[in-house]
């Protein structure tokens, strides 16, 4: 038999729709989809503003799904800097007893955004990030989006062979990583891993590995190839 959990009215207070207002939304979503996203698209800020909502076929010769297809925007600018007028103070991350602000943050990501342009990244790379779950994931996720960079996240328990096919797949030039990573109380040798990876045959476009110090555990290292963040970090500017 199930359970039905009523809402405590402080948390409906602090809702910002409540269900007569999401069905008004969904109605008009329905009705008039493309006035609707245009709507939901002016929440967020725009480099320059798209002029047509979507644009969608799905012929068989000319098959294609696209949204705000003629608007640019840059998805760190709209998750950080747009906050900082109002907001440098607020808090941004809670990760277990630390917190960071929106400032903080965009401190760091610019940082790691220019750590890796230290490395050689640029606009239209893909960039792997193979993390363990801490604040420095989302910041390298946020620094590859301020360049311009594709990142793809790969989940940090996967195994070596899991991550070669997925940095082949992708043709990954950079792999962000930490020395370790800590699951419970089972270490996770995430370094190691990449190294593995990157000694499968079909990794042939990894260049360099970038590694974030999280344990101060003990791992391999190649000069050529790796680089540590906080080193290139310590090279370059917040801007």
């Not at 620094?143 to 793809?152: D, E, F, K, L, Q």
Request: charged share 30%; proline share 3%; aromatic share 8%.
């Amino acid at each position: 038999m199930s359970k039905v959990y009523a809402v405590p009215d402080q948390v409906a207070e602090r809702a910002h729709i409540d269900a007569d207002r999401y069905a008004e939304m969904y109605r008009y979503s329905i009705e008039d989809n493309e006035g609707f996203w245009s709507e939901q698209a002016a929440r967020i800020d725009w480099i320059k503003p798209f002029s047509t909502v979507k644009d969608v076929s799905f012929a068989k010769d000319d098959l294609h799904i696209r949204w705000f297809d003629d608007g640019t925007l840059n998805a760190c600018y709209n998750c950080v800097d747009r906050h900082l007028d109002n907001k440098r103070d607020d808090v941004a991350i809670i990760w277990e007893d630390l917190k960071i602000t929106y400032g903080e943050l965009h401190a760091r990501v610019c940082k790691f955004a220019n750590a890796l342009k230290a490395l050689g990244a640029t606009k239209g790379d893909r960039i792997t990030i193979y993390m363990p779950m801490i604040p420095d994931a989302a910041i390298a996720m946020l620094a590859c989006a301020r360049i311009g960079a594709v990142h793809s996240v790969v989940f940090g328990g996967f195994s070596p062979e899991a991550l070669a096919g997925r940095i082949q797949d992708c043709e990954s030039n950079i792999v962000i990583t930490a020395d370790q990573g800590v699951r419970g109380a089972k270490i996770i040798a995430l370094k190691d891993n990449v190294d593995r990876a990157a000694e499968n045959p079909g990794v042939t476009t990894l260049k360099k590995v970038l590694v974030v110090r999280h344990t101060g555990g003990d791992i391999d290292w190649s000069e050529d190839r790796d680089a540590w963040l906080h080193d290139l970090e310590a090279e370059v500017d917040a801007d």
